[in-house]
């Protein structure tokens, strides 16, 4: 059964597609890009989606924030709604005929979505949020709206993996403490985290009923953006929309927008802004 059908949500990452210039198909506001181009961007990325999409203001926080149909921000630009202050966003649209759709940005950090029915998160999981706890704090939010944590299903989108994160030993040491099995070592043998490994074991831990980890590296992939690889790099975005919980048998007509993203899945393809299909994972 698909990602679709179980739990009413479709989900993509974007990439920075082809071509040289590091801040193509850019999708951050604070990386020193044209603010007019990023907001066009982020506006054809809304028709593509179908809805206005909430964007957060992210800073290596573990704040995560809950969005119900009376507290969703307001639109500030065509097409975008917020920025939400925080590092995470949890939508409840169990009552909510035309839910928003959320981002999340990164650029080697790890994007994280998580969908159940009805409910959907995206969550910006740096290694100082990471650490820090931000997933037991969206986990948190999620029982606290009565999510069946063993219903959820967590997406982990690329970032940089454990071959290529490298960090000095005494970090690693550190994380260690709170964060057991995060040590890696790079290819060329220095100490390193793998933070999808540590993130997927950790959500297991907490109850989450299924964890994908996406395995592309953002370090070694020249088509998605990483700021280890360039420090004048753009950021790309994780996104994913869900229906109320009368809309959740939608089998996505082929000329819906999301058709031409594709669901989440091992058929799910991955786009740039402009919606070349760059990869199709699997």
């Known amino acids: ?13 974007t990439t920075a597609g082809e071509g040289s210039d590091p801040l193509r198909e850019n999708l951050g506001l604070h990386v020193g890009d044209d603010p007019d181009t990023v907001h066009t961007r982020r506006e054809h990325l809304a028709r593509r989606v179908g809805a206005p999409i909430v964007w957060m203001d992210q800073t290596h926080s573990t704040e995560v924030a809950l969005i119900t149909r009376d507290t969703c921000p307001e639109e500030s630009m065509p097409g975008e709604l917020g920025p939400v202050a925080a590092d995470g966003v949890v939508l409840d649209a169990r009552d909510w005929q035309d839910p928003p759709a959320l981002a999340v940005m990164t650029a080697d950090c790890l994007p994280l979505l998580l969908l159940a029915p009805g409910v959907v998160a995206a969550v910006h999981a740096g290694r100082p949020g990471l650490l820090g706890g931000i997933l037991e704090r969206a986990v948190e939010v999620l029982r606290g709206i009565d999510v069946e944590l063993a219903a959820v299903r967590a997406v982990i989108g690329p970032a ?21 099995g995060v040590r890696s070592r790079t290819t060329w043998g220095t100490p390193a985290l793998d933070l999808p490994g540590a993130a997927r074991g950790q959500l297991l831990d907490l109850g989450i009923g299924e964890v994908e980890v996406d395995p592309r590296c953002t370090i070694e992939d020249p088509s998605l953006h990483s700021h280890r690889r360039d420090p004048r790099s753009g950021r790309q975005a994780g996104l994913v929309r869900t229906w109320p919980a009368a809309c959740q048998k939608w089998q996505g007509p082929v000329g819906h927008p999301w058709a031409c993203l594709g669901r989440h899945g091992s058929r799910g393809r991955y786009l740039g802004t402009t919606g070349t299909t760059s990869e199709e994972n699997g």
């Open 1 to 13: 059964m698909s990602a679709q059908d179980r739990y009413g949500a479709l989900t993509c990452f």
């Open 160 to 180: 940089a993996c454990g071959r290529c994160y490298e960090i000095p030993e005494d970090m690693v040491r550190r994380a260690e403490l709170t964060h057991p």
